[in-house]
C-alpha cells in the first residue's frame, strides 16, 4: 500500500466553482501536513500546512481527519490561475522524521 | 535571492558519465532533502543530510548514488556512471528542523542522459 494517496484528477472546472481534493494516508503516526501546487514542469511550491483543527487561507480551506486519515484541499471561487497540480504531502514521524512522501498530484484545470 | 537555489537547471550527460547536482539551502536552512520526479511519477524522497551528516538515506538507490552537505559550501547529489533511466527531474528542499517545519523547494535540475 502507498505511503500516500491521491486522485489523480483531472479535475476540470469552470471559473468561480468549488473543488475540493482529498488524499489519503497509510501511517497512522503521520504527523504534519501539507499541500502543495506544482505547474508542468516547475518545482512544488508550498500552500498551506494542514493543523488539526483545520486552517484557512482565502479561498483555500484545508482539513485533517485523524481517525480516517486523510486531509482534503478546498479551493472556493476557483480562477484560471489555480490550473496546476496539487501534491498533498506527509511526514510519517518517528524514524523517518523529517522525509516526505508525496501524493502523485491531482490535476485541476479551471477553465474560463 | 533568499530561496533554495539548485544548479545548473538542465544538464546533459551521455551514458557512463558522472552527474553532479548542487543544492544551497534558504537562509537560515541546515536541514536539506533530495527527492526525484521521474516523467509521469511523484516526487520520491531520496537522502536527508544536515551539514556534515547524512541523517537519512534510505530512498537513495544503492549503487551510483552519493551525497554530501559539507560543513562549508552546497549540498552535492552525485550520479556515477549515469544510465538512461537517471533521466528526471531532482528537486532539493530545505527547511528549518523537522517538527512540523515545511519544506521549499528549488527549481530543480533536469538530468537528461542521451
Known amino acids: 500500500r502507498k505511503e500516500v494517496e491521491q486522485d489523480p484528477g483531472p479535475f476540470n472546472v469552470p471559473e468561480g466553482a468549488t473543488v475540493a481534493f482529498n488524499c489519503t494516508y497509510s501511517n497512522s503516526a503521520s504527523q504534519s501536513f501539507f499541500w502543495y501546487r506544482q505547474d508542468c514542469r516547475k518545482e512544488p511550491k508550498l500552500l498551506m500546512s494542514v493543523y488539526s483543527s483545520g486552517n484557512e487561507d482565502g479561498r483555500f480551506t484545508a482539513q485533517l481527519n485523524r481517525a480516517s486519515q486523510y486531509i482534503s484541499l478546498l479551493i472556493r471561487d476557483s480562477k484560471l490561475s489555480d490550473s496546476a497540480t496539487y501534491l498533498c504531502?506527509?511526514?510519517?514521524?518517528?524514524?523517518?522524521?523529517?522525509?516526505?512522501?508525496f501524493g502523485r498530484g491531482t490535476q485541476l484545470t479551471v477553465w474560463p | 535571492n533568499a530561496g533554495v537555489m539548485q544548479n545548473p537547471r538542465h544538464l546533459v550527460r551521455r551514458r557512463g558519465q558522472e552527474a553532479r547536482l548542487r543544492c544551497s539551502p534558504m537562509k537560515g536552512h541546515s536541514h536539506v532533502y533530495w527527492y526525484r520526479q521521474l516523467p509521469e511519477e511523484g516526487l520520491k524522497f531520496m537522502v536527508y543530510l544536515q551539514k556534515e551528516n547524512i541523517i537519512d538515506e534510505s530512498g537513495m538507490p544503492k549503487e551510483r548514488f552519493s551525497a554530501e552537505f559539507p560543513k562549508e559550501g552546497p549540498s552535492i547529489l552525485r550520479i556515477q556512471q549515469v544510465v538512461r533511466g537517471d533521466s528526471a527531474a531532482y528537486f532539493c528542499?530545505?527547511?528549518?528542523?523537522?517538527?512540523?517545519?515545511?519544506?521549499?523547494f528549488g527549481d530543480g535540475t533536469r538530468l537528461s542522459i542521451l
Open positions: 504531502a506527509v511526514t510519517p514521524g518517528g524514524s523517518t522524521l523529517g522525509r516526505l512522501y
Open positions: 528542499a530545505s527547511s528549518g528542523g523537522t517538527n512540523n517545519q515545511p519544506q521549499h
